[in-house]
């Protein structure tokens, strides 16, 4: 059974950093053969977005406009481990993280929550100003 464990988040002030990381478990072949992987969040009231997503089988990746410039999805196969490093943070990206793995997102779909078929339990980020 495939797992995905989130650690790293925490509470910081606006301007600082945090690393997430996604501890992947149970699937056979590592993550370099995953497909897709991405970081999701979602803040009270508001709907799940797509903050980054990464194709783990050649490097391709892809954000939000909201993160660009400010955070980096990578992963380390050897650890099977997924990371998302938030740098510049604000306020606004206050939320729960989500990581989640998809075996048939495209490039065209790979920051859609849909695609995803394995999700983690969340890790919060609090930002405070």
């Known amino acids: 059974q495939l797992q995905l464990v989130e650690s790293g988040g925490g509470s910081v002030q606006a301007g600082g950093s945090l690393r997430l990381s996604c501890a992947v478990s149970?699937?056979?072949?590592?993550?370099?053969?995953?497909?897709?992987m991405g970081w999701f969040r979602q803040a009270p009231g508001k709907k799940r977005e797509g903050v980054a997503a990464i194709y783990t089988g050649g490097g391709s990746t892809g954000y939000a406009d909201s993160v660009k410039g400010r955070f980096t999805i990578s992963q380390d196969n050897a650890k099977n481990t997924l990371y998302l490093q938030m740098n510049s943070l604000k306020p606004e990206d206050t939320a729960m993280y989500y990581c989640?793995?998809?075996?048939?997102?495209?490039?065209?779909?790979?920051?859609?929550?849909?695609?995803?078929?394995?999700w983690g339990q969340g890790t919060q980020v609090t930002v405070s100003s």
């Open positions: 989640a793995a998809s075996s048939r997102a495209s490039l065209a779909t790979m920051m859609d929550g849909e695609e995803y078929n394995y």
């Open positions: 149970g699937y056979t072949y590592g993550i370099y053969y995953m497909n897709y």
